[in-house]
């Protein structure tokens, strides 16, 4: 029997008993003329290839491995439902499919398209299956050039170049069935209180869960910590649970309680299982980034979850835990996630080790500089903020990243301020970088550059003017004209360092600024960038750029392959190094 790729819980933060994992071997077809809908393709018996999900089409691991544009695909796989499912609802979770998504269950269509590459949804399909003998189709469109679809760092052109890499198209996350009773819990938000200390639960659940009763508990290593107990009057329900144990979420530890669901409605119960981390996050401008009221300074590291078997499907979830690993290994506490919406497992590893993250989109591919296009890229951000509000690790929210002005056109504030207006609105809890490292909006909780100069002395003095309200980032040296610092933020770099150690024999290889020629000169170079930011007061946090190589982008910590290319204690020496800012 084949191994299920990918076969462990994909949501290790909402679980039940009833699952199946629906990854490995589905039948496959390109289909760039776009006509199987017409030639009703969702009713054939198989197609005309196989494919391994979760890989995207383009991995070494899918089987297919096919680098050229696709303008749509289709799947399909035969499934059968456990007999003793035959009483409940059964929900199809896609946990990523770039980028429209059409699902057919027997022939027929699910619901209307799902619209983003980035983000998880799941259908009700009871109504739709048959007693036995049950299949489903997925149709997929893909169009990175249109403008009007994020595609974080996918190549537009044939092939991959500078910061561009290999495309993805169709499923690239696990697909799974889930068992639910009609009265069940569909979500919850979590909102710590690391005063009392307490949790409050915003507890969504299904329309048929009126007049149910809620039971909610929390333990701590097997341990209880606190229960509440409510009537259900709507379909979203709150309850606080104090807890009799304060175990907080940190850097370096995350502490994690668990969490018990119990819904009962008609004699029937539904169960989920949860968790969540005790921790509150603050950011001022005289202390910077706090996490439970200490100053924290933020080491992060650019992680853009790339993986030369896979593209950006991790082959493995050790391969999630290897990377968060690797980056502590080399003093980092965190990580801004780039281009790319994480799958909650990484996020969830994240929680459990301590370590803080920027959730970030794939905004690259969209056209910033157009006010319409607010209706392309909000469905999509609203649906990572609701899947990803509750993890710990999550310490802030960066919606975009780098929107350019483009064909003349300056890049739209009007979009960018109401997607920080709307962020801020549906959580209070966490700060907001509106756009990183591009033109400040009016709306923002950070000053946010990136800075690629290679000379650790004109890097100390760019940042030297601070006190004069002054900040002359890479950005400001390009076009001052479009500089708008605001002296009541704090300052993050979210990009820096870069530093090109190539393969010589590679010429597509790049990185930045002139590649140093040894071991001795990449340190040094670390050295003199990252003691400029540990230095300055004003800073409250730095990014390096990255961990790991990305396929011609070689200027990671680590290779492609994921090997170190100098010991990681070298690395820590440099990068952990108290700054002047911290308790």
Known sequence: MNKIPR????????????????????????????????????????????????????????????????????????????????????ILHIDACDYETQLYVNGVPCSVPHKGGYTSFQYDITDLLKPEGNYITVYVIDDIRSGKQISGKQSHKLNSYGCYYTRTTGIWQTVWLEAVEVAHVKSYKVFPNISEPSVSLDVLTSEASIGAELVVEAFYNGKAMGKATATVNSHSTTVNIPLAEKHLWECGNGRLYDLSFSLTKNGKTDILEGYFGLREVALTKEKGLQINGKTVFGRFVLDQGFYPDGIITAPSDDALVFDIKAAMQCGFNGARLHQKVFEPRFLYHADRLGYMVWAETGNWGLDHTLECNIYNFLPEWLEEMERDFSHPSVIGWCP??????????????????????????LDKTRPVITSSGSYPTQRTDMHDVHDYEQDPVKFRDYYSRIPDGIVNDQLNRINPKRQHYNPALPIFVSEYGGIGWVDKSDNSACGYGKSVKDEAEFFERLKGLTDVLLDNPYICGYCYTQLTDVEQEQNGLLTYQRKFKFAPEKYHEILSRKSVIED
């Open 400 to 425: 975009t990243n780098e929107t350019w002005d483009k064909f003349g056109r300056q890049q739209s504030n009007e979009l960018l301020d109401t997607v920080y207006d709307i962020t801020k609105a």
């Open 7 to 90: 076969n462990e819980h994909p949501r290790p933060d909402r679980k039940r008993t009833d699952w199946l994992n629906l990854n490995g071997v589905w039948d496959f077809e390109i289909d760039n003329a776009k006509v199987g809908v017409e030639k009703k393709y969702f009713l054939r018996d198989s197609l005309d290839q196989k494919i391994v999900v979760p890989f995207t089409a383009e991995s070494v691991l899918s089987g297919i491995g096919h680098t050229d544009f696709m303008n749509a695909v289709w799947y399909r796989r035969d499934i059968s439902i456990p007999a003793e499912w035959s009483d409940k609802r059964v």
